[in-house]
Structures are given as C-alpha cells and as structure tokens.
C-alpha cells in the first residue's frame, strides 16, 4: 500500500472549500493525474454515495476507477475509487484557521492482484503526484472561490 499526505492554505473558508471539493469532478481542475471526471448522475445532489468516473493518465496508461463520495461532514471528505487493479482513497481534512484553512490532503493506493508487486517502484511518483496536487489544489481553489476569505470564519 502506499500513502501520501500534504498540508496546504487557503485564505478561503473551510464551508466554502468544502461545498467545492464535495464535486469530485472538480479533481480535473486541481489532480495532476485526472484526464476527466464526471459524476454518474449528473442531476442528483452531491452527497454520501454520490459517485464518479475518473479517467486518469498514470506512468504514460490511462485508467479508470469509479469513485464514490463515503464520507461527508463539514471538516472531512473521504473518496474511494476502485478497478480491478487497485482502490484509491483520496481523504482530505478541513481546519479552520485565523487566517483561512489548513487542507490536509491523504492520498492512499492499494494494488491488488500482479499489480501489487510494483508497489515499491511506484511509491516515488506517488510523492511526485502529491508535491503537484500540494501546488495545484491552493491554486485551483483561488481560481474557483478568489484568492481572499470574505471574513472571519467561525469554527
């Protein structure tokens, strides 16, 4: 298995960063590795079963794992993506800070099957992936939200 954690900031509220990283889809804007994502049922509300196709490009293939929203609550998101070849966890906490919020951003791989004999080679660009969504998700949350909280946030 391989894990990655990221600590970033935004100078947005944790609310705000929440409803905003709750749409998956939003993974095209801020994940180096996602081609598209779309949710399964476009038209129903995004909550706690909520799922989504992922296409990826990782190591020059594409892959794709549906991915299903499994945790939702004002400070934490939990994603769980699966293919026959690995499950993705992708679980990010929120913290509301004077001066923003603190995103912790775990992303975690399990390889099943022949595939999990490679763990040990992939763990390099796994942390390759997790520095890029450490510059990539700050920046795509000014872009989305605007780079400056509109006030102070209440905990």
């Known amino acids: ?35 598209t994502c779309r949710r399964v049922n476009a038209n129903d509300p995004v909550e706690v079963g909520t799922e989504w196709l992922n296409v990826s490009s990782f190591r020059g293939r594409r892959t794709e794992l549906r991915y299903e929203l499994t945790r939702m609550s004002n400070d934490r998101l939990t994603f769980v993506g699966r293919n026959k070849t690995a499950t993705s966890t992708d679980d990010l906490h929120f913290e509301t800070l004077s001066d923003g919020t603190r995103i912790t951003y775990g ?49």
């Open 107 to 155: 992303a975690q791989v399990e390889f099943h099957g022949v595939a999990r004999l490679a763990t040990p080679l992939l763990k390099r660009e796994f942390e390759r992936l997790g520095d890029e969504v450490s510059r990539q998700l700050p920046a795509a949350l000014a872009q989305a939200l605007g780079p400056c909280a509109p006030g102070p946030q209440q905990p």
């Open 1 to 35: 298995m391989i894990k990655v954690e990221r600590v970033m900031h935004s100078s947005r509220t944790r609310d705000e960063i929440v409803a905003y990283m709750a749409d998956f889809s939003r993974a095209e804007q801020w994940d180096p590795g996602t081609i």
